[in-house]
């Protein structure tokens, strides 16, 4: 059916005074039909010899009839006729236009306001549903750790698919590939169609694509043949623009909110900047076992078992407690990272994850302060009955995580760890013993009284001991 209606535009006022007025100039009679043969115009047509088509584009709409000069009439409508057809066009495109600029800013507005992944992902399918008619609708994603293509958010039937798909899988894979936006109306005649727990027969699918970037797709589908349009496709690719600049951020904050877990936990063993630069992977810092020369700090408290049956437990933890906030900050002012703690023994290493210049000086300096910081803390219980003493050595050990697949420790392993852990036993309170390599390393520095060659427990030959004089 034609657009524009022949019998409406000759009966407008200043159409109908214009053909009045050439008939009038032409002193002939003439007559006008529709595409159907039905007279709009005149009487008796049946004298009258000549028949001049009225076309709107390649359409046929209706026919002037009478003499030669009735050709002009037929020119003047068939004029009239497509600049009806030009000004509804540009009406319906202002319209579209409006709708995509009133969508635009209706979803920017409500995309904005969400950052959590799975609601962005509803709420794009519930604003392209209220937009493209369909049984179906997907948001899926490409995962990281699977690199496949998977359903994150669905309505309809999509909703009960578990449907996973490498890139350049099926018709959502290839589109992901491409990047390139497609109608398909009818998807089981595409031989990239495979099969799904929801049947469709009509498929319209775009990327979810960011300047960096293909995240995804987003689908709507029919279970019945639709024929779905370019305008259908405007839309979609214009909300699919919103979607992922929107999935892009929530995605941005759900990192940022993990990155934020990883730094306050690894904050807990390590000092701020060298959170910074593990999370960073900044110079050489790995996680993975590998053999590394660093320096181990062993500090106990003496005494401690006895000490905790003069105080009920949870006075024992609280000042355990601030023991360690003073002990911790010491060690990682200096560069060091703590290990572990066992008890109310602190295990700390200096060289690791990330290599530390003068690893032996720093812990001295470190041991020192430690010493020098437990008469300062502000508990009268904590300075009279925390004395400590501290073993530290140095060398080649393996350092990284240690472990199952369920539970790992970062960690140090060899036989410089028990070094380190055996000179502590053995010194006495407010004692810092340190092996001959540390001593040769830091003896420019410091002020050490010679213990001699020590005889330690797994050890075969004797090691020789200095004392921290400080």
């Given amino acids: 059916m034609s657009q524009i209606s022949l019998r409406r535009l000759i009966h407008k006022k200043e159409v109908a005074s214009l053909i009045n007025d050439l008939s009038n100039v032409m002193k002939r009679p003439l007559c006008i039909w529709d595409a159907e043969g039905r007279v709009l115009i005149g009487n008796d047509c049946t004298d009258l010899l000549n028949k001049y088509p009225v076309q709107l584009a390649d359409e046929v709409i209706g026919w002037v009839i009478g003499f030669e000069n009735a050709s002009v009439v037929a020119s003047l409508l068939t004029y009239l006729a497509n600049q009806e057809l030009e000004k509804k066009n540009l009406a319906r495109e202002t319209l579209d236009k409006y709708k995509e600029i009133n969508l635009l800013y209706n979803i920017s507005g409500k995309l904005s306001a969400c950052l959590d992944l799975n609601e962005v992902a509803k709420l794009v399918i519930n604003e392209a549903t209220k937009l493209i008619q369909g049984t179906s609708a997907s948001v899926m994603l ?90 259908d496709l405007k839309l979609l690719i214009t909300l699919a623009s919103q979607a992922a600049s929107a999935i892009e951020n929530a995605l941005l904050h759900k990192n940022k909110l993990k990155e934020e877990r990883i730094k306050s936990n690894l904050e807990r063993y390590v000092s701020a900047q060298l959170v910074e630069a593990i999370l960073e992977a900044k110079d050489d810092i790995s996680l993975a076992p590998a053999k590394r020369d660093i320096t181990i700090l062993f500090s106990d408290i003496r005494n401690f078992t006895a000490k905790c049956e003069e105080l009920a437990p949870e006075a024992i933890v609280e000042y355990l407690n601030e023991y360690f906030t003073h002990m911790v900050e010491v060690i990682f002012r200096n560069g060091g990272t703590v290990n572990k703690f066992v008890g109310d023994m602190i295990v700390a ?84 013993l340190v092996s001959g390599k540390i001593y040769e390393a830091t003896q420019n520095y410091f002020e050490f009284k010679k213990v001699g060659l020590v005889q330690v427990k797994g050890k075969k030959n004797p090691i020789e001991v200095f004392e921290v004089v400080y």
């Avoid at 990047?179 to 009818?186: C, F, K």
């Avoid at 694509?209 to 797709?217: D, E, I, M, P």
Wanted: hydrophobic content about 40%; overall charge neutral; proline content about 5%.
């Fill in 349 to 432: 290493m200096f060289g690791a994850p990330s290599r530390l210049v003068d690893s032996e000086r720093r812990s001295i300096e470190t041991a020192i302060e430690m010493q020098n910081r437990l008469k300062t803390i502000p508990v009268p219980w904590i300075k009279k009955n925390f004395i400590t003493g501290i073993g530290i050595s140095s060398g080649e050990v393996v350092v990284g995580n240690v472990g199952s697949p369920q539970h790992m420790d970062y960690t140090a392993i060899g036989d410089k760890v028990n070094i380190a852990s055996r000179l502590q036993s053995m010194a006495k309170g407010e004692q810092i």
């Fill in 142 to 231: 490409l995962d990281e750790k699977t690199q496949r293509l998977e359903i994150i958010a669905a309505c309809g039937k999509a909703n009960e698919s578990k449907l996973t798909l490498l890139p350049g899988e099926g018709i959502a894979g290839s589109i992901f590939l491409t990047g390139r936006a497609e109608i398909i109306n009818d998807v089981e005649s595409d031989p990239r169609f495979v099969p799904a727990p929801n049947k469709s027969k009509s498929l319209i699918c775009t990327p979810l694509k960011t300047q960096n970037a293909v995240l995804g797709v987003l689908n709507i589908s029919s279970e019945e043949l639709v024929n779905y349009t370019a305008q």
